[in-house]
């Protein structure tokens, strides 16, 4: 359990009365300012409990514990202060979302037991964080293997923005990603109510008539409607429904949602899953990047860059054939896998899951496939010098 504690007041007395009184409960860490607090926060090792004094020279408590929230929102944060004004009590609550308003002189033992009752908010927390992502995961992940399995041409492709996804948001500098697995994974959820040739057709970048293009275009909305269902799950349904959005505010939804407005999860899918359908197509990758970038309200271009960025990265690709018999959980398919009647039964680039597996070895048992198929094993290999 975390019982990093870090305790911030410009009287060096107070602290060192804390951290003779505490010590051998917490792992007490002292700050004499704001600044100097927010210099000791490590966003990779946070402190499970702050709690900092009111009136400081420079920051203030509120200021420290609202930038505290921004760093680090886990974080339990109490307030200190020996001003009863009403005042701060509420720019404390409604800046800071303090979790306890304690009045100085308060002494160690309403301090152990105030910071005993955030320590285990905390867990809390974290616990529930943990549920979570751990259960949203899971059951995301065996939904999307199932719709992988009945619509290969749909979500098959959900593997490949996962990836291109995550290592952007990663280029990025952005956190939390196993939200934008799980966002990549459910983006195509909606096609499921549009015809199959009309998604085949624009997932091939095709011709489409209007009519056509209209009715895909209800898919994002169709998804989000699905998965808004999903406790916790808002913010991915709102990104789902604005993954069609240009960057210029154009498109669908028709509303005044622009640029930075747009959640960042919508952009990158909006430029992974062009860039992805352009790729299929047939086209070189010099080729698809001139496209992406002569439509510039489009997408946002420091995606767009990040894509680059990725794409450029040193990736060792081992193509191998091998028996469906001798499939690993590390292979990926090198290309499409069409049955013995010319049905499409996996995408290029899903990984070959223990169920995929077994799905394949039956298929070839019963004459429905060959027994011989491409996998890619790959290795990457950073060549950037660093």
């Known amino acids: 359990m975390n019982k990093k504690v870090l305790f911030v007041d410009d009287e060096p007395n107070v602290l060192q009365a804390y951290s ?30 702050i709690v900092s004094d009111m009136r400081m020279p420079g920051m203030d408590g509120v200021t420290l514990l609202s930038r505290m929230k921004e760093t680090t929102p886990d974080t339990v944060r109490i307030m200190l202060t020996g001003n009863a ?21 308060c002494s160690p033992e309403n301090m152990a037991k105030s910071v005993d009752t955030a320590l285990e908010q905390h867990r809390l927390i974290n616990a529930e964080k ?47 990603t196993w939200e934008f697995e799980t966002l990549a994974m459910i983006s195509l959820i909606g096609t499921v109510s549009i015809p199959d040739e009309i998604v085949s057709k624009v997932l091939l970048a095709k011709p489409v008539s209007e009519q056509e293009r209209q009715q895909f275009e209800r898919h994002p909305e169709l998804g989000a409607a699905i998965v808004e269902k999903i406790p916790r799950l808002e913010d991915l349904a709102t990104a789902i429904r604005y993954q069609l959005k240009n960057y210029d505010g154009s498109g669908v939804p028709e509303d005044n949602l622009q640029q930075q407005d747009i959640p960042i999860g919508a952009r990158l899918l909006k430029v992974i899953i062009d860039y992805d359908n352009l790729e299929r197509s047939g086209l070189e990758e010099q080729a698809i990047f001139s496209r992406l970038e002569s439509s510039p309200g489009s997408y946002d271009p420091e995606v767009l860059a990040a894509l680059a960025s990725v794409l450029r990265r040193n990736v060792e690709a081992k193509v191998v054939t091998v028996s469906v018999t001798q499939l690993t959980e590390q292979m990926v398919l090198a290309e499409d896998l069409y049955r013995t009647d010319g049905r499409l039964l996996l995408c290029k680039g899903q990984p070959l899951s223990a169920s995929a597996g077994e799905r394949l070895a039956n298929f070839w048992r019963n004459g429905g496939i060959n027994e011989t198929i491409s996998v890619i094993i790959k290795e990457d290999k950073d060549t950037s010098g660093s």
């Open 130 to 176: 943990s549920l979570l992502e751990s259960t949203v995961k899971g059951s995301i992940a065996a939904l999307t293997e199932v719709l992988s399995l009945v619509k290969p041409e749909v979500f098959g492709r959900t593997t490949t923005y996962k990836e291109l996804v995550c290592a952007c948001a990663e280029t990025l500098g952005i956190d939390n």
């Open 20 to 49: 003779r009184s505490l010590r051998k409960l917490y792992q007490i860490t002292t700050a004499a300012s704001g600044d100097e607090a927010l210099s000791l926060v490590n966003p990779e090792d946070p402190f499970a409990v």
């Open 85 to 105: 004004d009403q005042q701060t009590a509420i720019d404390a609550v409604n800046k800071g979302d303090i979790f306890r308003f304690l009045n100085k002189p």
